[in-house]
């Protein structure tokens, strides 16, 4: 599960940069919105997925709620989901 949680953790964290800085900037600076609708649904899955198998690793690994928070948390903010595989899952 962790193998598992670690993928989905890289394909969101590249999803949502990819997201924020290529696809929301040209639609904003070129009026192109087409590169949001192609990454939207892709990543809005993945997180969805990632914070699906957080709540499944939060029991199989008995993390504390400040763990478990950190890991939520780390969705939401760019690069996030880089420093929580780092920090938690790499050994």
Do not use: C
């Not at 990819?18 to 070129?30: D, E, N, R, S």
């Not at 699906?52 to 690793?57: K, M, Q, R």
């Not at 709620?65 to 780390?74: D, E, G, Q, R």
């Amino acid at each position: 599960m962790k193998k598992t949680f670690r993928i989905v953790s890289v394909l969101e964290g590249v999803s949502y940069l990819l997201l924020l800085f290529i696809a929301t900037p040209i639609k904003y600076l070129a009026g192109i919105d087409s590169y949001v609708k192609i990454l939207g649904m892709p990543h809005g899955i993945l997180f969805i997925g990632y914070v699906i198998l957080a709540i499944v690793l939060k029991y199989q690994l008995e993390w504390k709620s400040k763990t478990f928070i950190a890991v939520l948390a780390a969705s939401i903010i760019p690069f996030g989901t880089f420093y929580i595989d780092k920090k938690y899952f790499r050994n």
